[in-house]
């Protein structure tokens, strides 16, 4: 009768926003810290990090601020040259992805800012 037709047009379509909301919010937020690829498939993306930042720093300052990344690295076997975090969009509605991606935003912020002196002024 079609319904699984008309099923995967509509969750086609939820997911195409979804990857729009992501890739529009992170290229105004992101740019220079981050590059998330766009892709045809599947309901995950990639960013690449700036090459100061680590992934593993990056996704455990993210987590503390409960945005869930992961680093490249933990998809590979053998080590990779590869410095970014797999992204993934499927399961989250484009109010909150926007939300998590000017999170993520400033916590790459925080992490690319030169370390506070403190002590006393000479």
């Known amino acids: 009768e079609g319904h699984f037709a008309t099923h995967i047009r509509r969750m086609r379509r939820i997911y195409q926003e979804r990857h729009a909301a992501l890739l529009d919010t992170a290229g105004r937020h992101l740019a220079g810290a981050l590059e998330v690829m766009p892709t045809d498939s599947g309901l995950h993306t990639i960013g690449h990090l700036a090459p100061d930042l680590s992934e593993l720093a ?3 300052a ?3 601020q409960r945005i869930t990344v992961s680093p490249i ?7 990779t040259p590869v410095n970014g975090l ?3 969009f499927g ?14 935003a400033r916590v790459l912020d925080e992490m690319q800012r030169p ?3 403190i002590g006393m002024a000479d």
């Open 91 to 104: 399961g989250v509605a484009p109010p909150a992805i926007r939300a998590g991606v000017e999170t993520l």
């Open 115 to 117: 370390p506070r002196r």
């Open 73 to 79: 690295a933990r998809f590979s076997i053998e080590p």
């Open 58 to 60: 990056v996704a455990a």
């Open 86 to 88: 797999v992204l993934g």
């Open 62 to 64: 993210a987590d503390r």
